[in-house]
């Protein structure tokens, strides 16, 4: 069995540098974006109880297996998303080093798209959306840095987040707030 000490280091020095791209994969094959940080920290309670006896070879591919497969034992579990995508999960053996260009172009087109839409909401609300969705900021800490409350912060990122999504699925990105009619987001 390997002792604490030898087990944090190993993990400091040779899972977390894949920590970005387990994010992204996460991020590629999970529906819930609110997820992600919690699916992440369970892959890697995960590893870390699985190696307890001996140390993988290949980290990268062993993390890659440990998440492909609890990704698609939460699916199984919560029935979040289709049989065909935990199948097309399932083949995507090579995903961590072999990304096809085509994903890539495409990446980068909903990126540009995410970016217009981050760009078109209102002030405060692109500032929230930006400071806890791209930056990373908890409630707490965005509701601090802007000088707002923690509610002004929670409502203005789920109206700036639904504005996203009906933009980023080809809507007009309308914000739209309880018992006030639609209005088209936009500066000024």
Not at 58 to 74: F, P, Q, S, W
Not at 142 to 170: N, P, Y
Not at 173 to 178: A, D, E, L, Q, T
Request: proline share 5%; hydrophobic share 40%; net charge neutral.
């Amino acid at each position: 069995m390997i002792d604490d000490a030898a087990l944090r280091a190993w993990f400091c020095e040779e899972v977390l540098p894949h920590e970005a791209m387990l994010t992204q994969f996460i991020r590629r094959n999970w529906p819930v974006s609110a997820d992600i940080d919690d699916l992440r920290q369970e892959i890697y309670e995960r590893m870390v109880i699985g190696v307890r006896n001996e140390l993988p070879r290949n980290v990268k591919y062993y993390l890659y297996a440990v998440a492909r497969n609890h990704l698609i034992n939460r699916a199984q579990h919560e029935r979040v998303v289709s049989f065909e995508l935990v199948a097309d999960m399932t083949m995507k053996e090579d995903a961590f080093d072999h990304p096809a260009p085509e994903p890539n172009l495409i990446a980068r087109d909903e990126l540009r798209r995410a970016q217009v839409g981050l760009d078109n909401l209102p002030p405060r609300c692109r500032e929230v959306v930006r400071l806890r969705k791209v930056d990373g900021l908890s409630t707490a800490e965005t509701a601090t840095h802007l000088g707002i409350s923690v509610d002004t912060v929670e409502k203005q990122l789920t109206l700036g987040m639904r504005a996203l999504v009906d933009f980023m699925l080809g809507g007009a990105g309308r914000i739209s707030r309880p018992g006030r009619s639609h209005r088209k987001i936009g500066r000024g």
